[in-house]
C-alpha cells in the first residue's frame, strides 16, 4: 500500500501540487540550506506543533530538498558521488528513529541536469510519526559523503484534517550497518525482540529501511542481490530482495557516473523506498516477539554491509467508512520526480489511494486544464482499504490543442464519487499542478538511428523505437525492432494528431555512454535523430542526452497542427460561432471576418478523435450532427493556408 507514495507526493510545499489551503496547512522548517561539507551529522533544533493542541492532521509531510554549491579551494569532487544521506528525529524524551533516507546523485556541474543552480525535492510521508512529532525535537541529517558540494533543506507540512488511522505507538526495533557475510552471521544484529501491543491497537506494522554498501569479492553489498525474512514469533511471514533493478529508469539522469547500475535497494539521485510489513493478528494486549533472518552467507574476507532502520506501528481502527484521496500527479506535470514521463498530451494518469475501510469498486473523476472544458470519467475497479493505485484517464483535448503554446498551464484532477455517492472527506479529493506543453511537429517526420554494437540474446540490437496514436496507446502505428547492430536506419513517417514516441534500450545503457570505454568489447556509440523530410536539423528530443537515457525515454509530440494561425486569425477580429448548444441533429457553423471562406471543418470528441469532417466554403454553413453521441465537441476550421479557428458545441439529445 506504500509502494509509490514518497515518489508521487514529491512537490507539497511548492507550486506544482495544492492540496490544502494555506490555513489549513503548518510548514516547519528545520534545516535551511546547510551545507553538507564533510561525513558527519548535522542537527537543528525544531519546534514542532503542541502536544497540547486540539487540531489533528490528515497528513504529515517532510520534503527534503538536495541542493548544491561552490566547493572551496580547488577539490578534486564537489557534489559527483553517490553517499547515502539519513533523516532522523531525537526527541526530547530519548526516542531516535529515522524519517527518511535518500541517495546523492553523481552532480558534476558539467552535467546538464545538475547545474549549480540545481535542487531536488524529496519527499517523505512522515504521518505515522506524528506521535513523536510534536513539542521541541532535534531532526539530525546524516551525511556519509567525503566530499562537499551538497546541501540540505529540509520542512514538515502538517495538512489539516482526519488521518487515515490514529496511531497508537511508534517504536525502534534495530538499526546500524553490521557486516555481510560473517561466521557469526548477520542476524546476531536482528535477533527476537519481544513486544506487548498497547491496549487499544487493532492492528501493527513493520517499516524496513534498508541498503547495502560496500563490495567484497562477490560485489555484496551494494552489487549483489540478496533477502531477508520477517519472522514473527518464528515463523516467516514475509520475504524480502534488498535490489533495485530499475536504476536504468531513475527519473534523475543522466548522471556523470554509474547510475544506470543495479544496486542494493538504492539508485544514485533516488529516494530510498522503504518496505512495509503487515503483522498479521497483533491485536490490543498482544504478547509477540519479531526478527529479521538474512540469507545464508558467508565469505572470507566480508567487507560489505547492510544499513538497517527498522521500527513497527500500531493503529487504531480506519477512521472513514468510504473515502478516496487523490494523492499525485503523474502527468500532465513540471515536477522533476516525473521528469520521463512529461510533457505530456496522452490520457492524465492520477494516483488515488482508498482511504476509507469499504473496498472501492467505482471513482468518478473530473478532470482538466484550468479554464477549459472538465470532462469526468468513472474508473471501475477493486480497490481495498489502505491501497493504492494508478489510475489513467481518457486523453485530453486540451492537451493536444495547446500543443506548442509558450508559458506554464494547469491541471486539475477532483474525486466527485466514491462507489456511486460523496466520499467521507472531500478535503483530500482534489490536486492541481503546473506543466508546460508539449511540441508540435509536421505531418511528416524523418527518423535516423543508429544502432551502437550492444546485442541481445537473439543477436538483434538492444535499441528500438516506436509511435504510439495517444487515442490508441497499445498499437504502435510505426516502429522499428529487431534491428542489426552497428546499423543506420532511415524511416520517414507521415502522421496527424497526438503521439507518442518511446526509444527503448534493453541493456538499459542507452546508446552512447561514457563507461562504454570499461566494456568488452566497447560497443561504440549509436545515435537517434528526428528530423523534418527538408531540413537536417534535429528536433529536441526531451529525454534524449545524446543518447545517454538508460532503459530509454518517451517523447510526446503533436504532428500536423499549429497555434500560430488561431491566434493570427482571432488577432484579425476573425471567429468562429456555433449554435444552438446544446443541440441535438443539426448546428449552424457562422465564420465571421474573413473575406473568402475555403477549408474543411472538423468535429472532434473529447477524447481527440475526429468524429465528422466537411468542406467548408462559405461563411454560413448547417452540419447535420444526428450520427453523433452526447457530449462535448470542438469545432475546428482549417482555411487553405493551414490557419485555424476553434469553438465548442455540446450534443444533447
Not at 482538466?368 to 484517464?393: C, E, F, K, Q, R
Request: charge should be negative.
Amino acid at each position: 500500500m506504500h509502494k509509490y507514495v514518497c515518489l508521487l507526493l514529491s512537490a507539497i510545499l511548492f507550486s506544482f501540487y495544492t492540496q490544502a489551503a494555506v490555513g489549513d496547512t503548518t510548514i516547519v522548517q528545520a534545516h535551511d540550506t546547510t551545507w553538507l561539507s564533510y561525513n558527519g551529522n548535522y542537527d537543528t533544533t525544531v519546534l514542532f506543533p503542541a502536544s497540547s493542541s486540539s487540531k489533528t492532521y490528515r497528513k504529515i509531510y517532510m520534503t527534503f530538498t538536495l541542493g548544491k554549491y561552490h566547493c572551496p579551494g580547488s577539490p578534486t569532487y564537489c557534489g559527483d558521488w553517490d553517499y547515502t544521506v539519513l533523516t532522523y528525529l531525537m526527541t526530547k524524551t530519548g526516542d531516535t528513529l529515522e524519517l527518511g533516507r535518500l541517495i546523492s546523485p553523481y552532480a558534476n556541474a558539467s552535467n546538464p541536469r545538475t547545474p549549480w543552480t540545481w535542487k531536488q525535492h524529496y519527499v517523505f510521508d512522515v504521518t505515522d510519526f506524528y506521535p513523536l512529532l510534536k513539542d521541541s525535537g532535534t531532526v539530525r541529517v546524516s551525511y556519509s559523503g567525503w566530499t562537499g558540494g551538497f546541501t540540505a533543506n529540509v520542512k514538515f507540512t502538517f495538512i489539516e484534517g482526519t488521518p487515515d488511522r490514529n496511531v497508537i505507538g511508534v517504536k525502534r526495533l534495530w538499526h546500524g550497518s553490521p557486516n555481510y557475510g560473517t561466521t557469526k552471521g548477520i542476524d546476531s544484529s536482528f535477533l527476537p525482540v519481544s513486544l506487548t501491543a498497547p491496549a487499544s491497537a487493532v492492528s501493527a506494522e513493520m517499516k524496513v529501511l534498508i541498503t547495502g554498501h560496500g563490495s567484497d569479492a562477490n560485489g555484496c553489498c551494494e552489487f549483489a542481490s540478496h533477502y531477508y525474512n520477517v519472522m514473527l514469533n518464528s515463523t516467516s511471514i514475509d520475504n524480502t530482495n534488498i535490489w533495485r533493478s530499475d536504476c536504468g529508469s531513475n527519473e534523475l539522469y543522466p548522471q556523470t557516473g554509474t547510475w544506470i547500475y543495479e544496486r542494493g535497494n538504492w539508485c544514485p539521485g533516488a529516494l530510498v523506498r522503504a518496505h512495509y510489513h503487515d503483522l498479521p493478528g497483533i491485536t490490543g494486549g498482544s504478547n509477540y516477539n519479531v526478527a529479521l533472518h538474512f540469507e545464508p552467507y558467508t565469505i572470507a574476507s566480508p567487507s560489505g554491509t547492510y544499513t538497517t532502520e527498522a521500527q513497527v506501528f500500531y493503529y487504531g481502527v480506519i477512521n472513514k467508512t468510504t473515502d478516496a484521496s487523490m494523492d499525485g500527479i503523474i502527468s500532465p506535470t513540471n515536477d522533476e520526480n516525473h521528469f520521463r514521463e512529461n510533457p505530456f498530451s496522452g490520457g492524465p494518469v492520477v494516483h488515488v489511494k482508498n482511504t476509507g475501510n469499504n473496498t472501492i469498486n467505482s471513482i468518478k473523476i473530473q478532470y482538466g486544464v484550468t479554464g477549459y472544458y472538465m470532462p469526468t470519467y468513472i474508473w471501475n475497479g477493486s480497490l481495498a482499504p489502505l491501497h493504492d493505485t494508478d489510475i489513467t484517464l481518457p486523453p485530453l483535448w486540451e492537451l493536444r490543442s495547446l500543443s506548442g503554446m509558450v508559458g506554464t498551464f494547469n491541471f486539475v484532477a477532483t474525486i466527485l464519487e466514491v462507489n456511486g455517492a460523496a466520499d467521507n472527506d472531500p478535503s483530500n479529493n482534489s490536486m492541481n499542478t503546473a506543466f508546460t506543453t508539449v511540441p508540435i511537429w509536421p505531418f511528416k517526420i524523418a527518423i535516423q538511428l543508429k544502432t551502437n554494437g550492444s546485442k541481445m540474446p537473439s543477436g538483434y540490437s538492444e535499441t528500438s523505437w516506436m509511435i504510439y496514436d495517444v487515442n490508441n496507446p497499445n498499437t504502435p502505428v510505426a516502429m522499428r525492432i529487431n534491428n542489426a547492430i552497428n546499423t543506420t536506419y532511415n524511416d520517414t513517417v507521415t502522421l496527424a494528431g497526438a503521439y507518442k514516441l518511446v526509444v527503448a534500450d534493453s541493456g538499459c545503457d542507452g546508446i552512447s555512454w561514457w563507461n562504454y570505454a570499461n566494456y568488452s568489447p566497447n560497443p561504440g556509440i549509436g545515435s537517434f535523430k528526428v528530423t523534418t523530410t527538408t531540413s537536417a536539423f534535429a528536433k529536441p528530443l526531451t529525454g534524449y542526452f545524446s543518447g545517454d537515457f538508460g532503459c530509454g525515454f518517451v517523447q510526446y509530440f503533436t504532428a500536423g497542427w499549429t497555434n500560430a494561425g488561431v491566434a493570427n486569425m482571432n488577432e484579425q477580429g476573425i471567429r468562429i460561432d456555433t449554435y444552438p448548444s446544446p443541440a441535438q441533429n443539426k448546428i449552424t457553423i457562422n465564420i465571421t471576418g474573413m473575406q473568402n471562406v475555403n477549408g474543411n471543418l472538423q468535429i472532434i470528441d473529447a477524447l481527440g478523435k475526429v468524429a465528422m469532417m466537411v468542406p467548408c466554403n462559405k461563411a454560413s454553413l448547417v452540419v447535420d450532427i444526428a450520427g453523433l453521441q452526447n457530449g462535448l465537441y470542438t469545432v475546428l476550421f482549417t482555411d487553405n493556408d493551414n490557419q485555424r479557428l476553434q469553438t465548442r458545441v455540446v450534443v444533447a439529445k
